[in-house]
């Protein structure tokens, strides 16, 4: 038998052994049945000046969608962008075919807000950070 050796890096990997990673990953899932393409999906809020004071950025992978980041500026807050932002990505989410939208959110990010637009809970992570946990959300499209 060979024998392996274990290497540890910090920081964002050696693009060379995320590509060997990456491609025996999606190797793996295609074998299964399951050919994985993820697009990423970007939308910005600007203000006339261009600065950016929101945003929204998700992944469509199979028939899922996946919010990622969803930012607005303390300035226009509660002012509805966050709804338009999701809103915006739903109907593109439809548009691919993408049947259920999930993310995960803090206590203190905005739990109440997903829940106003419909997510439902699908799991819990107590304890974290110390202190507080992670929820994970979905909605059915």
Not at 92 to 107: D, G, I, L, M, S
Request: some cysteine; overall charge positive.
């Amino acid at each position: 038998m060979t024998k392996l050796v274990l290497f540890a890096e910090e920081g964002e990997p050696n693009p060379k052994y995320k590509k060997i990673l990456v491609t025996g990953l999606l190797s793996h899932h295609s074998r299964q049945g399951h050919t994985r393409k993820s697009k990423t999906f970007s939308v910005f809020l600007l203000d006339e000046a261009g600065r950016t004071l929101g945003g929204i950025i998700v992944t469509f992978l199979w028939n899922g969608m996946e919010i990622n980041s969803l930012w607005v500026s303390n300035p226009i807050r509660n002012q509805g962008w966050g709804t338009k932002l999701i809103n915006f990505v739903e109907k593109e989410a439809v548009k691919r075919k993408c049947t259920v939208a999930y993310t995960n959110t803090f206590p203190w990010q905005a739990p109440g807000f997903y829940e106003k637009l419909g997510y439902r809970i699908y799991g819990n992570l107590p304890d974290f950070p110390r202190g507080s946990s992670l929820t994970y959300y979905f909605k059915q499209l």
